[in-house]
């Protein structure tokens, strides 16, 4: 039967080491010089946003150029369309569109915002199905060497 005295130094141990053990139990209250770093980067990045140029709103789909000989795109009925070529020069897309249209091509283009910048995505279609889309898809990269892909209905104004 252990004594009084083992017992109370046993007590104490215990004691100390939950005194030891509360010391790491909880977190120091942040101070507010730490958080300089943080409010310097906030302060930044809200001055970025104020000087950064604000990105004019996409323009609706350009089809003017070839609109005499392709429809716009609003008065088709198909769902799928086929994206050729999507580029940065106007005249260099209309160049693919003509030639493309002079191929027996249904082709038309239209200019789009990406990340602040212009592009002219050259597209072929309507296609009321995908087989057809993917056909003529794979005949424009077959015969003239585009590599095209499918653009399904919810892509096809985007």
Same mark, same amino acid.
Request: aromatic content about 10%; overall charge positive; some cysteine.
């Given at each position: 039967?252990?004594?009084?005295?083992?017992?109370? *130094?046993?007590? $104490? +141990?215990?004691? !100390? /080491?939950?005194?030891?053990?509360?010391?790491?139990?909880?977190?120091? %209250?942040?101070?507010?010089?730490?958080?300089?770093?943080?409010?310097? *980067?906030?302060? $930044? +990045?809200?001055? !970025? /946003?104020?000087?950064?140029?604000?990105?004019?709103?996409?323009?609706? %789909?350009?089809?003017?150029?070839?609109?005499?000989?392709?429809e716009?795109?609003?008065?088709?009925?198909?769902?799928?369309?086929?994206?050729?070529?999507?580029?940065?020069?106007?005249?260099?897309?209309?160049?693919?569109?003509?030639?493309?249209?002079?191929?027996?091509?249904?082709?038309?283009?239209?200019?789009?915002?990406?990340?602040?910048?212009?592009?002219?995505?050259?597209?072929?279609?309507?296609?009321?199905?995908?087989?057809?889309?993917?056909?003529?898809?794979?005949k424009?990269?077959?015969?003239?060497?585009?590599?095209?892909?499918?653009?399904?209905?919810?892509?096809n104004?985007?």
């Amino acid at each position: 039967m252990p004594n009084t005295m083992d017992i109370l *130094l046993s007590m $104490k +141990k215990k004691i !100390a /080491k939950n005194e030891e053990k509360k010391k790491y139990d909880y977190v120091l %209250p942040i101070r507010e010089e730490e958080l300089s770093f943080y409010n310097q *980067l906030i302060d $930044k +990045k809200d001055m !970025a /946003k104020k000087s950064a140029p604000v990105a004019p709103p996409p323009k609706e %789909p350009d089809i003017s150029p070839v609109q005499e000989t392709v429809e716009p795109v609003n008065n088709h009925t198909g769902d799928y369309s086929i994206q050729v070529a999507a580029l940065n020069d106007e005249g260099e897309t209309e160049k693919i569109v003509k030639k493309l249209i002079k191929l027996g091509y249904q082709a038309y283009y239209y200019q789009t915002m990406v990340k602040g910048k212009v592009y002219y995505r050259v597209r072929c279609g309507p296609f009321s199905n995908k087989e057809e889309a993917k056909s003529y898809a794979n005949k424009l990269a077959e015969i003239e060497g585009f590599k095209p892909f499918v653009v399904y209905p919810t892509n096809n104004n985007q």
